[in-house]
Nanobody, 127 residues
Protein backbone atom coordinates (compact mmCIF):
# COMPACT_ATOMS: atom_id res chain seq x y z
CA UNK A 1 0.00 0.00 0.00
CA UNK A 2 1.30 3.43 -0.94
CA UNK A 3 1.28 6.10 1.74
CA UNK A 4 1.50 9.79 0.81
CA UNK A 5 2.08 12.40 3.49
CA UNK A 6 1.92 16.12 2.73
CA UNK A 7 3.56 18.86 4.74
CA UNK A 8 4.32 22.55 4.45
CA UNK A 9 0.90 24.12 4.47
CA UNK A 10 0.06 27.15 6.56
CA UNK A 11 -1.08 30.74 6.64
CA UNK A 12 0.62 33.30 4.41
CA UNK A 13 -0.13 36.80 3.21
CA UNK A 14 -0.97 37.49 -0.40
CA UNK A 15 2.18 37.72 -2.46
CA UNK A 16 4.01 35.32 -0.22
CA UNK A 17 5.35 31.83 -0.82
CA UNK A 18 4.91 28.34 0.54
CA UNK A 19 6.62 25.06 -0.24
CA UNK A 20 4.55 21.90 -0.03
CA UNK A 21 6.23 18.52 0.21
CA UNK A 22 4.83 15.05 -0.26
CA UNK A 23 6.70 12.02 1.02
CA UNK A 24 5.83 8.63 -0.43
CA UNK A 25 6.39 5.20 1.02
CA UNK A 26 5.31 1.64 0.38
CA UNK A 27 5.53 1.56 -3.39
CA UNK A 28 7.75 2.20 -6.40
CA UNK A 29 7.72 5.98 -6.37
CA UNK A 30 9.99 6.42 -9.37
CA UNK A 31 7.44 4.95 -11.79
CA UNK A 32 4.47 7.06 -10.66
CA UNK A 33 3.00 10.12 -12.23
CA UNK A 34 2.55 12.57 -9.36
CA UNK A 35 0.03 15.32 -9.04
CA UNK A 36 -1.13 18.08 -6.75
CA UNK A 37 -4.81 18.89 -6.44
CA UNK A 38 -6.67 21.35 -4.28
CA UNK A 39 -10.15 21.73 -2.91
CA UNK A 40 -11.63 24.95 -1.59
CA UNK A 41 -14.75 25.00 0.59
CA UNK A 42 -17.85 24.39 -1.48
CA UNK A 43 -15.87 23.62 -4.61
CA UNK A 44 -14.82 20.49 -6.41
CA UNK A 45 -11.30 19.16 -6.20
CA UNK A 46 -9.20 20.59 -9.02
CA UNK A 47 -5.92 19.79 -10.67
CA UNK A 48 -3.03 22.11 -9.82
CA UNK A 49 0.14 20.54 -11.20
CA UNK A 50 1.54 17.20 -12.30
CA UNK A 51 4.92 15.69 -13.08
CA UNK A 52 5.95 12.63 -15.01
CA UNK A 53 7.97 9.76 -13.57
CA UNK A 54 11.35 11.16 -14.58
CA UNK A 55 10.61 14.79 -13.84
CA UNK A 56 11.07 15.60 -17.50
CA UNK A 57 7.47 16.55 -18.11
CA UNK A 58 5.23 18.84 -16.13
CA UNK A 59 1.78 20.29 -16.49
CA UNK A 60 0.02 23.12 -14.69
CA UNK A 61 -3.45 24.52 -14.33
CA UNK A 62 -3.76 27.87 -16.09
CA UNK A 63 -4.53 29.54 -12.78
CA UNK A 64 -1.09 28.70 -11.36
CA UNK A 65 1.18 28.85 -14.41
CA UNK A 66 4.18 31.05 -13.81
CA UNK A 67 3.63 31.04 -10.04
CA UNK A 68 3.85 27.37 -9.01
CA UNK A 69 6.59 24.87 -9.77
CA UNK A 70 6.39 21.12 -9.28
CA UNK A 71 9.50 18.97 -8.90
CA UNK A 72 10.41 15.52 -7.67
CA UNK A 73 13.34 13.64 -6.21
CA UNK A 74 13.07 9.95 -6.97
CA UNK A 75 16.01 9.14 -4.71
CA UNK A 76 14.14 10.63 -1.75
CA UNK A 77 10.62 9.60 -2.82
CA UNK A 78 9.38 13.15 -2.59
CA UNK A 79 7.49 15.63 -4.73
CA UNK A 80 7.48 19.34 -4.02
CA UNK A 81 5.14 22.14 -5.01
CA UNK A 82 6.78 25.54 -4.73
CA UNK A 83 4.09 28.22 -4.61
CA UNK A 84 5.03 31.84 -5.18
CA UNK A 85 2.99 35.03 -5.55
CA UNK A 86 0.15 33.44 -3.66
CA UNK A 87 -3.34 34.86 -3.96
CA UNK A 88 -6.36 34.58 -1.66
CA UNK A 89 -8.00 32.38 -4.29
CA UNK A 90 -5.25 29.82 -3.78
CA UNK A 91 -6.71 29.08 -0.36
CA UNK A 92 -7.64 25.40 -0.24
CA UNK A 93 -6.71 22.02 1.09
CA UNK A 94 -3.89 20.71 -1.11
CA UNK A 95 -3.60 17.02 -1.86
CA UNK A 96 -0.74 14.97 -3.21
CA UNK A 97 -1.70 12.10 -5.51
CA UNK A 98 0.04 9.26 -7.31
CA UNK A 99 -0.95 7.46 -10.49
CA UNK A 100 0.70 4.09 -11.05
CA UNK A 101 0.89 3.83 -14.84
CA UNK A 102 4.29 2.17 -14.96
CA UNK A 103 6.53 4.97 -16.20
CA UNK A 104 3.89 6.66 -18.31
CA UNK A 105 4.78 10.12 -19.55
CA UNK A 106 1.14 11.18 -19.58
CA UNK A 107 0.22 13.67 -16.87
CA UNK A 108 -3.36 13.21 -15.81
CA UNK A 109 -5.50 16.15 -14.80
CA UNK A 110 -8.58 14.33 -13.52
CA UNK A 111 -8.68 13.03 -9.98
CA UNK A 112 -10.14 9.70 -11.07
CA UNK A 113 -6.89 8.80 -12.82
CA UNK A 114 -4.95 8.83 -9.56
CA UNK A 115 -4.66 5.74 -7.41
CA UNK A 116 -3.29 7.03 -4.13
CA UNK A 117 -3.95 10.18 -2.13
CA UNK A 118 -2.52 11.97 0.84
CA UNK A 119 -4.55 13.36 3.69
CA UNK A 120 -4.18 16.96 2.55
CA UNK A 121 -2.60 20.09 3.95
CA UNK A 122 -4.34 23.42 4.47
CA UNK A 123 -3.09 26.50 2.66
CA UNK A 124 -4.62 29.81 3.64
CA UNK A 125 -3.71 33.05 1.88
CA UNK A 126 -4.86 36.24 3.55
CA UNK A 127 -5.49 39.44 1.65
Amino acid sequence: QVLLVESGGGLVQAGGSLRLSCAASGGTFSRYTMGWFRQAPGKEREFVAGIGWSGGSTRYADSVKGRFTISRDNAKNTVVLQMNSLKPEDTAVYYCAAADRFYSTVIFTTSGEYDYWGQGTQVTVSS
